[in-house]
């Protein structure tokens, strides 16, 4: 994501997810509360596990890249739906 969506989430998407990967639940916990504290919903913070699956999210980039050159902004995030 961008990251003026990173730092202000809601403020422009109606939705958005962010997704957190890593091995210490401690430093998830501290890790979601930064989240919190940045306007995240913890409905919008989603754990994929381990941190195995960091790399996912960092695959994620060409997504992105080829997304922004689309859309002609970067001002887009990605949302899980339910």
Request: proline share 4%.
């Amino acid at each position: 994501m961008n990251f003026t969506i990173m730092v202000d989430p809601l403020a422009s998407l109606s939705q958005a997810t962010v997704f957190v990967s890593g091995d210490d639940s401690a430093a998830k916990t501290v890790v979601t509360g930064l989240l919190g504290d940045l306007g995240w919903p913890e409905s919008s913070v989603l754990d994929l596990g381990g941190v195995h699956t960091a790399l996912a999210t960092e695959h994620a980039a060409p997504l992105f890249f080829a997304t922004a050159g689309a859309l002609g902004t970067a001002k887009f995030a990605i949302s899980i739906s339910r």
